[in-house]
């Protein structure tokens, strides 16, 4: 295991009448006014929107609608400026992963003069930061306990992420009944989302580290049983349950301490999302099956590891690797995402920048190589 260092600040407020905290949590902090952020509008006529409305009432609120899915730099701009004309003491994320995300430049924008863009490239140029808390309505991305958020400039056609702890909400309200309303179609998304962040950290080459890779594999076979029942049943507390906590504890930094990372996958489907408006889940569950079969000589140990312990399969080390990836990629389909580029009509006229960009900014415990890149891309159109 490698030496780390391990901070995590913020407070998670979980179940049915977690909303109820939101009140006090801000008046402890002597926060009086609140600029809400929410996605593009699903929310309004909602019994969340108008429990959040009645919570707080006895402050001074203003409302930013229109964070998008892929949350793009343009629209945080927008935000921004109404921000400061309004001068909040808390930005309140109402939302899933984007909203949040967003909201994380918004906040670490507001005391600076330089372009949100500039800083997502260079976010140590931030010298402070307004606080943040957040109320979550998908379970997908981890966003509402880490320091990390992904961030689009459409208009150049790229995707980036920051991150900062400062970012960090500083309380997180959790409650599964939020996510009822949650289509099967945006569930799935959600389940692979938190499966690739484990395997992102736990697809590592480093020596003695069985917490992390037990706890890692505990996440991934939880997802594997309960994913798919949930399916079947969207407005299951208990199953909404398990799965928002699956993904708060995917990426709040416990499984992915003293171990190498890798977020190669990531690095490639931002690349494709970058051009393409395809959602995050739906890339990541393409890219992923294709980049095991890439790099099984690299990872063929922690494969075999995934195989044994995770798909419970025996036999050879070799047949082991190929079923474990085969098992993956079938998992992911029967949660009924479509499993190839060409399914969401993307060719590969952009590859050539998506490589070149990639190779540049090197992806992958070990970087992978021009080829390795291109033969994971291509292999994912069919």
């Known amino acids: 295991m490698k030496d780390f260092s391990f901070y995590n600040p913020t407070k998670i407020i979980f179940g049915r009448n977690s909303l109820k905290s939101i009140s006090n949590e801000l008046k402890e902090r002597g926060y009086k006014k609140i600029f809400l952020t929410f996605g593009k509008g699903s929310l309004k006529n909602s019994f969340l929107y108008k429990a959040v409305k009645f919570e707080l009432s006895e402050f001074e609120s203003l409302e930013f609608w229109g964070i998008e899915p892929n949350p793009r730099v343009e629209t945080i701009r927008k935000a921004l400026e109404e921000a400061k004309n309004f001068n909040p003491d808390i930005v309140l994320a109402i939302g899933g992963g984007s909203v949040i995300d967003g909201s994380k430049l918004l906040v670490g924008s507001y005391y600076s003069d330089i372009d949100p863009w500039e800083l997502v490239l260079d976010f140590s140029k931030v010298t402070k930061v307004l606080p943040l808390a957040c109320i979550l309505t998908v379970a ?114 416990i499984i992915g301490a003293g171990v190498n990372q890798d977020w190669a996958t990531h690095g490639i489907e931002h690349e494709i999302s970058a051009f393409y408006d395809i959602p995050h889940g739906a890339g990541l569950a393409i890219i992923t099956p294709r980049w095991m079969k890439e790099v099984k000589k690299q990872k063929h140990d922690k494969l075999v590891q995934y195989g044994k312990r995770v798909w419970k399969l025996e036999g050879d080390n070799e ?64």
């Not at 790229?158 to 909400?169: L, M, Q, S, T, Y």
């Not at 190839?340 to 992806?363: Q, T």
């Open 140 to 253: 997908a991305t981890g966003t509402e306990m880490d320091s990390f958020a992904v961030i689009t400039n459409w208009a150049k056609n790229e995707k980036k992420a920051f991150g900062d702890v400062r970012v960090n909400p500083i309380f997180s309200i959790l409650n599964p009944e939020f996510t009822f309303s949650l289509s099967a179609e945006q569930t799935a998304y959600g389940i692979v989302d938190i499966y690739s962040h484990v395997c992102e950290q736990y697809f590592n080459t480093t020596k003695f580290a069985p917490i992390q890779d037990r706890f890692s594999e505990s996440i991934l076979n939880t997802l594997i049983e309960y994913g798919p029942q949930l399916l079947k049943d969207l407005k299951n507390y208990d199953l909404r349950s398990i799965i928002m906590w699956s993904s708060t504890m995917a990426l709040n930094g």
């Open 319 to 382: 047949t082991i690797v190929s079923q474990s990836i085969e098992l993956t990629f079938k998992f992911f389909k029967d949660l009924g995402v479509k499993m190839n580029l060409k399914e969401w009509e993307i060719d590969k006229s952009y590859f050539p920048v998506m490589i070149k960009r990639l190779v540049k900014e090197g992806v992958g415990e070990f970087p992978l190589s021009k080829e390795q890149i291109e033969n994971i891309l291509i292999n994912s159109i069919n």
